[in-house]
């Protein structure tokens, strides 16, 4: 069953809209808000990159094919999200108040693998008439 051109943009289309305004933010000198504690920056870099992984799993995972592998659809989501963040931690290295930071990747992957796993877990195996991975052994 072929998903349709409406439903294929309300899927993407929060997943650009993240990438923009990820990229928007790191175009800007950075900025210190809210409460502080130790690792707050790597915290936050979790969080947005796990937001970003889960939100492609869901995009890519809605596409109508239901012999997608719930496994390769994860590591595909983790891969996307990660280089992602490593593009834009490249970026940073070019704009005035920022800098590379490689434990900032870590943290997007690290953010990435728990976006991506917890989409699984919650959500991706409930799509209705497909049988899950798990369901077919």
Request: hydrophobic residues 50%; proline residues 4%.
């Amino acid at each position: 069953m072929a998903i349709n051109l409406k439903k294929k943009v309300a899927y993407w289309f929060p997943v650009v809209v993240l990438c923009i305004a990820i990229f928007v933010q790191s175009c800007l000198p950075a900025f210190d808000v809210g409460p502080r504690f130790q690792f707050k920056d790597k915290f936050l870099h979790a969080i947005v990159y796990g937001l970003l992984a889960s939100l492609f799993f869901r995009a890519y995972h809605a596409g109508g094919d239901c012999r997608k592998s719930l496994l390769s659809t994860l590591v595909i989501s983790v891969c996307f999200a990660t280089l992602y963040g490593i593009s834009d931690e490249i970026h940073q290295a070019f704009v005035p108040g920022r800098y590379l930071d490689g434990m900032d990747a870590v943290a997007n992957f690290i953010g990435s693998v728990l976006g991506s796993a917890g989409y699984l877990w919650v959500v991706a195996d409930r799509r209705p008439g497909c049988v899950s991975d798990t369901d077919a052994r």
